[in-house]
Each structure stands twice: as structure tokens, then as C-alpha cells.
């Protein structure tokens, strides 16, 4: 006996806009991170943070959207690399 397939329901908040005017946090605000030390000699856990954040080799930079994951990768490292803040106006 064959099942059907029902159509997935959608919860209220799904599909609505934000209100205008109101801005995203995320959107607004991006880091600058750059590569300040050498990955020589530190532990693979660290090499690997370092290439997740997009970084190859030493003064190479990156612009990533300011959130929570990235930060979170920030805090692992934060010894090899110098992170700036960028205001979008």
C-alpha cells in the first residue's frame, strides 16, 4: 500500500519579512581577519580553525560577517591572528 505525501506545514514566523527599518545585526557589521603568525609549530586543531576562517598564509586577510560561529573560531586562535570590526554606513 502506497503512503501519500502530505505538503509540510509552515510554522507563522515562516515566509513573513522583518519590519522596515529594522536592520539585522549581521548584516550591518563584517570582520576583518588577518593571519599575524606563522602556524608553525602549533597543534593541527589550530591549523585547521585557521584554514576554516579562510586564512593560508601569514598577512593574508579575510572579511567574514560578524556572527557567533565565526567568533567562536576567533577564540580558538586568537594568538595568531588580529581581527578589526568594519561598520557598514
Known amino acids: 500500500m502506497a503512503v501519500k505525501q502530505r505538503p509540510a506545514k509552515k510554522s507563522p514566523a515562516e515566509g513573513k519579512a522583518a519590519p522596515l527599518g529594522e536592520k539585522v545585526k549581521s548584516q550591518e557589521r563584517r570582520l576583518k581577519i588577518k593571519l599575524v603568525r606563522s ?3 602549533h597543534p ?6 585557521v584554514k576554516g576562517l579562510g586564512l593560508r598564509k601569514v598577512n593574508s586577510e579575510v572579511i567574514l560577517k560578524d556572527c557567533p560561529e565565526i567568533w567562536g573560531m576567533v577564540k580558538k586562535v586568537p594568538h595568531l591572528i588580529r581581527v578589526k570590526v568594519l561598520e557598514q554606513k
Not at 593541527?44 to 580553525?49: G, K, L, P
Request: proline share 0%.
Open 44 to 49: 593541527q586543531t589550530q591549523r585547521e580553525v
Open 39 to 41: 602556524l608553525t609549530g
